[in-house]
Nanobody, 117 residues
């Protein structure tokens, strides 16, 4: 599986961005998709994840109420809508796929989000 992330960029604090992650393959199937980020000087952390079949979501406390993860089965794509962005959201954002419910096996290349104050 190949994952292609896009949608990063430079935005002012309080602004919004929408990230996309498209999975290749006609028969793509997975247990869950997730968005992670790595901020400067920090370890990679999970931001949000979604069950591919049920749509059940989970968010990091730092983004609850501001970020929304969703998926489109027809396009094999997962989205991350980011609103009310803060400078501390500045990071490289990665999407990932967990095919079996046990670990994040497949990773996208990362997309840089920069939030200016």
């Amino acid at each position: 599986v190949q994952l292609q992330a896009s949608g990063g960029g430079l935005v002012q604090a309080g602004g919004s961005l929408r990230l996309s992650c498209a999975a290749s393959g006609r028969t793509f199937s997975t247990y869950a998709m997730g968005w992670f980020r790595q901020r400067p000087g920090h370890a990679r952390e999970v931001v949000a994840q979604i069950s591919w079949l049920s749509g059940l979501t989970h968010y990091a406390d730092s983004v609850k109420g501001r970020f929304t993860i969703s998926r489109d089965h027809a396009r094999n794509t997962v989205f991350l809508q980011m609103n009310s962005l803060k400078p501390e959201d500045t990071a490289v954002y990665y999407c990932a796929s967990d095919p079996s419910g046990t670990r994040w096996d497949d990773w996208g290349q990362g997309t840089l989000v920069t939030v200016s104050s």
